[in-house]
């Protein structure tokens, strides 16, 4: 090692290290008894899984950092578009003409948690098929009952498609 330059890869730094001094016994060494390499492997397995879990884990918490970014720009894009009063807009993206628009569909649901007092049940029963069933059995729930308890939720929806004004 005259060059303090010199580089060595991790393997031969390894084999640098790992001097073996003879000893007079015919006794095999310690290091060379099934058990120790067994250990030894096992130990190199173990700080390979740890370092591949540890690279995993900051891919997640990335990945999360990223996707909480991206919900940011979208609610940022929301409030603007909401400001101006506008549910679509059509702007350049990256590759092509982008329709950015907010719809608010309407789906029929059941107010679960209203039902479930109605019946003096939880709301946790009435989220099982047997319960709902026996219910029905013994005419507690009927077609009037679950129309009463519908409603009509609307939410919020915003989306981003390439724009082909042939399709208008």
Partial sequence: MTNSNEEYDLNELNAMLDVNIEDNDNEPKEEDKPESKSNKQMSEFQKTLELLYSELEKAKAES??????????????????????????????????????ITYPEKEALDKKSLAQALGISQKDLSKPEVIISLTKEGKITTDMIDKFTIIEERMQFSAQDYNPDED
Avoid: T
């Avoid at 409030?79 to 950015?100: C, Q, T």
């Fill in 64 to 101: 999360k950092e990223k996707q909480l970014h991206a919900k940011e720009l979208k609610d940022e894009i929301i409030n603007m578009m909401n400001d101006k009063g506008l549910d679509e807009v059509i702007i350049n993206g990256l590759d092509s003409v982008v329709l950015l628009s």
